[in-house]
C-alpha cells in the first residue's frame, strides 16, 4: 500500500527560499529559538560545545553508513540500541572535520572516554549506552517539529504545499524515519554551527552574538505589522536591526540563562565581541550590534548563505516526508 503523501513531494529549493525572504522576520525568529534550544541542550550536555559536535559527528558518520547500505531505523528502534560502532575513526579527520586541533580532539575524546560514554581500539569507536541517550534529542525534535509545522503554513499559503501539517503529526514522521531525517538535518546542522566557529574562533562567541542579533529581532518583529518586500531580508534587515542599538539590549545575565553558559564566561566572550567592534555595551550594561554596518557586514554574509542552506534543507525535508 502507498502511505498517504502529506507533502508537496516536488517542492523547489527556490520555492522554499522565496518563501523563507517573504516572510523573514517571522520565520527566523522561530528559526533562531530553533537553534537557541540546540545549543542550549547542547552546552547543557558536557558545558563544552567541541565535545558535544564530536559526539554530533559520531552519530553523523553512522546515519551516513545506514543510509549507504538502506538502513532506516525508527526513533525508538535506535535508542534501544545497547552500542553501536563509528567506522573509519581517525584523529586526524576529527580535527580537520570539526575545526579543531589534533591535540584537542584526542583530549575531547579521551574525556568522552572516561566520562563512559564511549570506548574505542586504534581502529573504532562504539558509543555505548550512555553515550546513545546523551545524543538523545527528544526536546530537539518537539522545537524542530513546530518549526517545520509553523513554516508548512507559509508554503501551504503560496500554494507549493497541498495542506498544513501539525506539530503532532511531523514528529510522528520524524521519529518514524528517524535516522534518515536525523542524517538531513546533522547535514546542515553540523556545517551551520562549523562556519560560524571558523569566522569566531568558538561557538560560545558566536551563540552569545547570536543572543544579541535574536533580542533585537524580536524587538523588530515587535515593530513590523506588515507584509515585507521580497529585498527586505537582503536590503533592509540589519539596517534596521542595528538601527535598534539606540535603545534596546539585552544583559549578560539573560545571555546566560537563555544560553546555560556561566556568566563570568558570557562577560568574557562579551569583551572579545565588543574588542572586535560587533558589539556595543550602553550605559545600562544592556549589549546591542555596533550601529557600523561596515563592523558587521561579513556576519551578514554569512547569514545570507545561510537562508540558501536552510532552503535546500527545509526543501529535502518536506520532500522526504512526502516520498
Known amino acids: 500500500?502507498?502511505?498517504?503523501?502529506?507533502?508537496?513531494?516536488?517542492?523547489?529549493?527556490?520555492?522554499?527560499?522565496?518563501?523563507?525572504?517573504?516572510?523573514?522576520?517571522?520565520?527566523?525568529?522561530?528559526?533562531?529559538?530553533?537553534?537557541?534550544?540546540?545549543f542550549y541542550r547542547s552546552y547543557k550536555a558536557f558545558n563544552d560545545f567541541d565535545k558535544y559536535?564530536?559526539?554530533a559527528y559520531f552519530f553523523h558518520k553512522t546515519f551516513d553508513t545506514y543510509n549507504d547500505y538502506f538502513i532506516k531505523k525508527t526513533y525508538?528502534?535506535?535508542?534501544?540500541l545497547d552500542s553501536f560502532e563509528i567506522e573509519k575513526f581517525n584523529i586526524v579527520n576529527v580535527s580537520k572535520d570539526l575545526i579543531i586541533t589534533k591535540e584537542t580532539a584526542?583530549?575531547?575524546?579521551?574525556?568522552?572516554?572516561?566520562?563512559?560514554?564511549?570506548?574505542?581500539?586504534?581502529?573504532?569507536?562504539?558509543?555505548?549506552?550512555k553515550g546513545i541517550?546523551?545524543?538523545?534529542?527528544?526536546?530537539?525534535?518537539?522545537?524542530?517539529?513546530r518549526f517545520?509545522?509553523?513554516?508548512?503554513?507559509?508554503?501551504?499559503?503560496?500554494?507549493?504545499?497541498?495542506?498544513?501539517?501539525?506539530t503532532e503529526n511531523v514528529e510522528k514522521l520524524i521519529k518514524e524515519n528517524f535516522t534518515q531525517f536525523w542524517k538531513f538535518f546533522l547535514d546542515f546542522q553540523i556545517?551551520?554551527?562549523?562556519?560560524?566557529?571558523?569566522?569566531?574562533?568558538?561557538?560560545?562567541?558566536f551563540i552569545i552574538l547570536g543572543m544579541v542579533i535574536y533580542n533585537q529581532n524580536l524587538y523588530l518583529r515587535k515593530k513590523s505589522n506588515h507584509e515585507v518586500d521580497k529585498n527586505f531580508f537582503k536590503n533592509e534587515y540589519i539596517d534596521k536591526l542595528i538601527h535598534l542599538s539606540e535603545k534596546e539590549g539585552i544583559n549578560a545575565m539573560t545571555i546566560s540563562d537563555l544560553t546555560g553558559i556561566p556568566r563570568p564566561t558570557i562577560l568574557r566572550k562579551l569583551n572579545k565581541l565588543q574588542e572586535k567592534k560587533?558589539?556595543?555595551?550602553?550605559?545600562?550594561?544592556?549589549?546591542?550590534?555596533?550601529?557600523?554596518?561596515?563592523?558587521?557586514?561579513?556576519?551578514?554574509?554569512?547569514?545570507?548563505?545561510?537562508?540558501?542552506?536552510?532552503s535546500g534543507f527545509l526543501a529535502k525535508i518536506y520532500n522526504i516526508i512526502g516520498t
Do not use: A
Not at 522554499?16 to 537553534?35: A, I, P, R
Not at 541517550?133 to 527528544?138: C, F, G, Q, Y
Not at 503554513?153 to 507549493?160: A, G, H, I, P, S
Not at 550605559?283 to 557586514?297: D, M, P, V
Open 76 to 80: 525508538d528502534e535506535f535508542y534501544t
Open 278 to 310: 560587533l558589539i556595543v555595551k550602553n550605559k545600562n550594561s544592556l549589549y546591542t550590534l555596533t550601529g557600523l554596518y561596515q563592523n558587521i557586514k561579513d556576519v551578514d554574509s554569512i547569514r545570507l548563505k545561510t537562508i540558501k542552506k536552510l
Open 1 to 38: 500500500m502507498t502511505k498517504q503523501i502529506l507533502f508537496s513531494t516536488n517542492i523547489r529549493e527556490e520555492e522554499v527560499n522565496m518563501c523563507l525572504t517573504k516572510t523573514y522576520m517571522s520565520t527566523f525568529t522561530d528559526f533562531y529559538e530553533f537553534q537557541r534550544l540546540w
Open 53 to 55: 559536535l564530536i559526539l
Open 148 to 166: 517545520l509545522s509553523s513554516f508548512s503554513k507559509v508554503l501551504y499559503n503560496n500554494k507549493f504545499l497541498k495542506k498544513e501539517i501539525t
Open 106 to 129: 584526542r583530549r575531547k575524546i579521551l574525556e568522552l572516554e572516561k566520562d563512559g560514554i564511549l570506548q574505542k581500539d586504534k581502529k573504532s569507536i562504539r558509543l555505548n549506552q
Open 191 to 205: 556545517p551551520y554551527c562549523l562556519q560560524w566557529k571558523k569566522f569566531h574562533g568558538d561557538l560560545e562567541v
Open 133 to 145: 541517550n546523551t545524543h538523545k534529542p527528544e526536546e530537539s525534535i518537539k522545537s524542530l517539529s
